[in-house]
């Protein structure tokens, strides 16, 4: 393809960009006006890249979009609470405001495609992206195309359950891998460590309030609390990793999110948890890495769903 925008909504910000021949050549962000205003708002946001980017619209081969939520095949948002969204048909929309075509996709989807086209899965036909943010997010690419599932409804990798009637999820079952694994989780086993442990070093610098995802990373060579946490949220991580490896079996599987700003003391020993818990891990080797695109990974998944394979 010649020249495709691609766009992430987010509840803050939407952030854009121009690809021209698979290579970003602008990038702007904007603040989110969320609800009905949405689709408005980002006409005028694509009006803004087109000028930046120079290109007229007449050059533009399509416009992709990401945001939360589930999306229909049609490009309709069926439910997005932080952008006030209900059944809102943002493809059909866009597509008429533009008159371009105009492809709709979820976001952790996007930003598992944007790593699979132009980030740290590039290379590999099989990759599977995990965000460990707020919540475990994350998408699948199999053979180059997005695995979606029934009405795009599926590759909820936070909502498999890890332990067996564990902790409560946001989603009401109980023991899944978001609840163990997402920055929220270690942040709370980090606190709850603090507060077991007065003695623990990460009091030096932390406090219950101020304690994070990172505090326990920062101190797990110097402190018995901290690597306790730690070694304790691989396993758990180690855990998800592992299903999801024996399940789809890909070449790579990708870490994004804030944890991932641990790099390789994350993703080292994680690999070597996997390693041994995987089926048949010498003849089909899983590598574990780090995300590349970081924030603009959604936006350059977006994009990629005009590229030969995206969907």
């Known amino acids: 393809m010649g020249c495709i925008i ?5 509840g803050t910000f939407i952030k854009g960009l121009v690809l021209k021949d698979g290579k970003a050549v602008y990038e702007r ?3 989110t006006r969320a609800g009905d205003e949405l689709a408005d708002c980002i006409e005028g946001l694509v009006e803004e890249l087109a000028a930046g980017g120079g290109v007229t619209f007449s050059q533009i081969d399509g416009v992709g979009v990401c945001c939360p939520g589930v999306i229909t095949d049609e490009g309709a948002v069926v439910k997005a609470a932080n952008l006030g ?10 597509a008429g405001k533009l008159g371009l075509p105009v492809k709709v996709c979820n976001d952790a989807n996007a930003a598992a495609l944007g790593e699979a086209k132009y980030g740290a899965g590039a290379g590999v036909k099989d990759s599977i992206l995990i965000t460990l943010g707020t919540g475990v997010g994350g998408g699948i690419v199999i053979d180059g195309k997005l695995f979606e599932g029934n009405k795009k ?8 359950v890890i332990e067996r009637g564990g902790v409560r999820c946001s989603c009401g079952r109980y023991g899944c891998f978001e609840a163990y694994c997402s920055a929220r989780a270690l942040t709370q086993s980090t606190r709850e460590a603090m507060k077991y442990d007065t003695g623990s070093a990460m009091w030096k610098t932390y406090n219950y309030d101020t304690a994070d995802g990172r505090t326990a990373f920062e101190y797990m060579d110097s402190d018995p609390a901290a690597k306790k946490v730690v070694d304790k949220y691989l396993k758990y ?3 998800g990793v592992a299903n999801l490896a024996n399940i789809f079996r890909p070449q790579k599987i990708l870490i994004g999110g804030g944890v991932a700003a641990q790099g390789t003391r994350l993703t080292k020993p994680l690999q070597t948890l996997v390693d ?6 010498d003849y089909a080797p899983v590598e574990i890495a780090c995300a590349s695109l970081g924030n603009r ?11 030969d394979g995206g969907e």
């Open 6 to 10: 691609g766009l992430d909504v987010g």
């Open 29 to 31: 962000d904007v603040p």
């Open 85 to 94: 969204l209900t059944n809102y048909p943002l493809g059909a929309l866009l």
């Open 153 to 160: 409804a599926g590759a909820e990798i936070g909502h498999m």
């Open 237 to 239: 991580l180690a855990c």
């Open 276 to 281: 041994a818990e995987i089926f048949a891990a």
């Open 297 to 307: 990974a959604g936006a350059y998944g977006a994009a990629a769903l005009f590229i």
